[in-house]
């Protein structure tokens, strides 16, 4: 068997297991990798040669800059202060996609959702709309930016690292710009006046304009004399409050034959109320405390792959070192109607969780729960956020003078946030998302093998014989119409990892400008706007915002359209 086609299973087999989702895409990348010592494909000095990639560390290091900036408070501020607060729900929304957007050009893309998803539901809130009226745009704007400069995602990494192994020299941190600002003020004018309004209005208004439902246990006091269960009822519905459940040493009781309560009786209740409020009204009693001066409640949304899964709730209390608490729980526990402290912690959950706006921040992004509410602003530490803003500034100049690699800058700027203590010791780390580290380091030599054995030659060739003597602009289309499709299923960087080198070929074959198929390729690889599964932070708006599967491609179509056509206008008028 020809190492061509050893090396086009190895590829398709990782596609199929990235694809089925059974598997983790960091574990299929390590799969595909030690296939490839197997058939030869790859030496083992190569196949660990991804994990001293240039890309890996700027993407890393990128991470923990970015984190610094979030933790500072100053793009939560100046988000703020941006958007005005009196306007009509047109231009907050407008004014929310620009700054989403450009923050996500500088920061991961996935901060810059946590940072403005608290405003997008203040805004849907304030206009008496759902939540949903804001969050998939929002969600959409976030990867928009991440199109218009080097580090607004690590896709841009690895096609920059592929053109340097290519042609001799990577993209420039603004090489991406005109097309990408061209792609994002189209993208952004169709989510701000139109694509807002194809989404369905699933709930009323007036429901979204109220606090959320949150579910809580009360206990029975002990008043010598069973309390009669009905009185509770109706001082339960006084207070605008439903009984879900009553638990006896953990066994549910039946409500509909149950006349009193006992001392320790745990009623399960959802409410809008916090507990102390309920308290108060129905003399039921609560174990949790009223929030000390400068506690503020956030509710929170757990991300796929936060360490909290399969915890229970006492688990923030622990790793927060007793600074937070879960003082309630979302819909999930109402369905199961359980006993609180018996559940475990899935993937889309919603807690509701309290401690001061500094334990709350520090501990949010390491846990991977993505904040959607909160009643007090993240104060700015102005010390912190001038220092860490000046780091990153001169970072980025850096780069852009052609001073100093981008792996070089950040990794220092990283170094010196670190020992400068601008960020919490314990954060530095946690700010990498080492999965995908782990799936860049693993798929770089998957994608070198399929180039190096003749493979992406072949399919090059297979692909030029397609476009041979079509325009231009067509050609660019096809080739992101191709990489979009595969970026939908696919993790974004192992569809750069993948397409990079084929788009370079393509270039060659057909005579024109590699930089213009290369920025085709990376515009494709994040216009993932038809699938909640396509990007994290689709993902991540689906349960908050209400959305069913098909709703992302009710949007994103048209977005998708507008997208290519101007990506591919544009690169074939710069490059044409």
Known sequence: MSPALFSTIILVGSLVGFVSGRVRHDLVALAALFACLLAGLTTPADALAGFADPAVIAVAAILVVGRAVELSGVAGEAARILIPARAGFTVRLSALLVVAAMLSAFMNNIAALVITMPVANAIARDAKRAPGSTLMPLAFATILGGMTTLIGTPANLILSSVREKELGAPLGFFTMAPVGVAVTIVGLLYLAFIGWRLL?????????????WRIYELTAPDVGDALALSTVRTQLRAAETRLLAVFRADVAIPTATLARLVGDDRL???SRADQQTVSAATGLITAIPPPLPGMVTARAVVAYGSFLIGLSHEAIRIHSNET???VAVGPRAARLRRPLHLLRIEAGDQLFIRGTPHDLAAFVGGARLLETDRFDPLPVARGAAIATLGIFAVSVAAVVAGAVPPALAFLGAAAIIAAARLLPAREIYRSIDWSVIVLLAAMIPVGQSFETSGAAAIAAEWLGNALQGLPLVVALA???????????????VATAIIVGPLAIGLARLLGVAPDAMLLAVLIGASADFLTPIGHQNNLLVMGPGGYRFTDYARMGWLLVVLVISTASLTLAWFYG
């Open 200 to 212: 369905p209005e699933r709930q009323t208004a007036t429901k979204h304009a109220r606090p959320p």
């Open 324 to 326: 937070l608490h879960v």
């Open 478 to 492: 096809a080739l992101c119409t191709l990489t979009m499709v595969l970026s939908i299923f696919l993790n974004n």
């Open 268 to 270: 399960l209740i959802l």
